[in-house]
């Protein structure tokens, strides 16, 4: 089977994957929700110390009945291969249009120099930003960013603000701290949204707790 850069070559041996719309019906070609229509060997039965089940049901099955929902948005290709895009909660919706946060961070691993990268969209009832923060060592090159993001993506993909940073927090599992420092940089608590014990750099969650008290949004 050919090799695509970016893209699971196939669905795994006795896994009912499938991509669903909102409304939960299969596609192919066009991004959606990644879902187990079957159960799989692996997946877990139950959370720790969640007696009732709400938790679990909460996490995996809040949004299509019976079926679980792992959070990922992902496109399942004509050869059958599956592209995942980002966290399905981290995903932008630019002008009616979901965008996948790897499509801008593969737009911005072609530029030289920039060491790391976070995007934020930040929304309201009256209004959305779309924030990327960018780890370097150099003096930031904002137009060149953009210009790059345009050619690479669309227009719709150019952030609103681009923001230098000293650093990109990750978990100790390697995965962007998208979801939490949307929630820091909307007001709340970081001590009330992520645990610094499940992250691999936990000292980088204080540069953005002062900014959020900067921004006006």
């Avoid at 679980?68 to 002008?95: F, M, Q």
């Avoid at 924030?131 to 719709?156: A, M």
Wanted: glycine fraction near 8%; hydrophobic fraction near 35%; proline fraction near 4%.
């Amino acid at each position: 089977m050919e090799v695509i850069p970016g893209e699971i070559q196939c669905k795994m041996l006795g896994a009912s994957v499938a991509v669903w719309d909102d409304q939960g019906n299969a596609q192919v070609g066009r991004a959606g929700e990644l879902v187990l229509t079957a159960p799989f060997i692996s997946m877990p039965v139950c959370l720790w110390g969640d007696d009732q089940f709400k938790g679990y049901q909460k996490s995996y099955f809040s949004k299509y009945k019976n079926v679980w929902h792992h959070g990922d948005w992902a496109t399942e290709t004509e050869r059958g291969g599956i592209i995942i895009h980002g966290r399905s909660d981290a995903t932008l919706n630019r002008y009616g249009v979901r965008i996948g946060t790897s499509e801008l961070y593969n737009a911005l691993a072609t530029i030289k120099n920039i060491d790391d990268s976070l995007v934020i969209h930040l929304t309201n009832d009256n209004a959305e930003q779309l924030i990327l923060f960018v780890k370097t060592q150099e003096t930031l090159d904002v137009d060149h960013i953009k210009k790059q993001i345009r050619s690479h993506c669309s227009p719709r993909h150019v952030p609103d603000l681009i923001v230098q940073s000293p650093d990109i927090p990750y978990t100790i599992s390697g995965k962007k701290v998208e979801v939490p420092i949307k929630r820091i940089l909307l007001g709340e608590n970081h001590e009330e949204v992520l645990s610094v014990e499940s992250l691999r750099n936990s000292e980088s969650i204080g540069w953005f707790s002062d900014y959020a008290k900067t921004l006006k949004f």
